[in-house]
């Protein structure tokens, strides 16, 4: 995904009927990035990456 502020992260995407086609839900798991979590560092998202400071983003999503 890129934010229209060109800020880029990478992951797994899947279609659902439970999210709008117009929409993007992430799983808030802080793309695993403590050093604390030795075992799950650089699994997951980290989407706050994405987010300019009014909370909330529009993306971009492709296949790379």
Known sequence: MEST???RVRGRARLTEGV???AVAI???GGHW???MPVARGE??????LL???GDAR???YKE
Request: charged residues 20%; glycine residues 12%.
């Open 59 to 61: 993306v971009r999503v």
């Open 20 to 22: 709008h086609p117009e």
């Open 52 to 54: 300019t400071f009014d």
């Open 44 to 49: 997951g998202v980290f989407f706050n990456a």
């Open 34 to 36: 403590a050093l604390g």
């Open 5 to 7: 502020a060109g800020r």
């Open 27 to 29: 799983a808030e798991n």
